[in-house]
């Protein structure tokens, strides 16, 4: 699935630091951070998963996926809060609301494939580049 190479290359959080939720304080930084790595490990765990060639698995597969995608976008954008460096913050809240934007094309029915579909994928992995870039 197109979409696994979103957060395909995950952030470098310990696993101590994405246990921390919404309203966990810290800098803005830590906070974003964390949520972005809940969020990469949520949607690559569940776009690659493989229940074999059953219609019924891989819809359900699919709608794992795009469940990761809206709730992981909502949850990120719910993290970024206020503070933090525009360096980290707009592509953070870009990668937000792109993957809330793919997974809901997708719940509609909307291919990898299709042109605007193409695009915002890699806008959003553009962005998730950046922000991986940032979190180190």
Do not use: H
Request: charge should be negative; include cysteine.
């Amino acid at each position: 699935m197109a979409i696994y190479s979103l957060v395909s290359a995950q952030s470098s959080g310990s696993s101590a630091s994405t246990e921390a939720g919404l309203g966990a304080g810290g800098d803005a930084k830590t906070r974003i951070c964390s949520a972005f790595d809940v969020v990469s490990r949520a949607v690559q765990s569940q776009t690659n998963n493989n229940l074999g060639q059953d219609p019924i698995a891989q819809a359900a597969v699919a709608g794992n996926a795009r469940l990761a995608l809206i709730g992981g976008g909502s949850y990120l954008q719910d993290s970024i809060g206020t503070g933090g460096s525009s360096d980290l913050v707009e592509p953070a809240e870009r990668f937000a609301t792109a993957l809330q934007i793919i997974g809901v094309n997708a719940l509609a029915g909307i291919p990898n494939t299709d042109p605007a579909q193409a695009a915002r994928l890699s806008d959003a992995d553009a962005d998730r580049k950046v922000v991986l870039e940032q979190c180190k």
